[in-house]
Nanobody, 118 residues
Framework: QLQASGGGLVQAGGSLRLSCAAS????????MGWYRQAPGKQRELVAL???????NYADSVKGRFTISRDNAKNTVYLQMNNLKPEDTAVYYC??????????????WGRGTLVTVSS
């Protein structure tokens, strides 16, 4: 249901762009965004769009990461600039999709690894 791409290895100070597309049949997209999980740590919010269209960012990425979306493609993007070694993690796309019957279902994409070398 969610296809994510764009991870990789980059040096500190570099940039990467992640993409996540929601596919299948559903009425609408609720929240949609990105979480990450570093080794030995809990999964944490990175950035997302709320149902009202606002954006939320983790304090640690504010000013460096930008979430954007293409509603026609049901796709969100995460532009990550000035990457730091502490950004190294598996990044997961998450979306709350509203079915035609009105149920709200939470989906996770496969993680994509981002590695930032110092």
């Amino acid at each position: 249901q969610l296809q994510a791409s764009g991870g990789g290895l980059v040096q500190a100070g570099g940039s990467l762009r992640l993409s996540c597309a929601a596919s299948g049949s559903f009425r609408s997209v609720g929240t949609m965004g990105w979480y990450r999980q570093a080794p030995g740590k809990q999964r944490e919010l990175v950035a997302l769009f709320t149902e009202g269209g606002n954006t939320n960012y983790a304090d640690s990425v504010k000013g460096r990461f930008t979430i954007s979306r293409d509603n026609a493609k049901n796709t969100v993007y995460l532009q990550m600039n000035n990457l730091k070694p502490e950004d190294t993690a598996v990044y997961y796309c998450n979306a709350l999709l509203v079915s035609w019957a009105g149920s709200r279902n939470d989906y996770w994409g496969r993680g994509t690894l981002v590695t930032v070398s110092s």
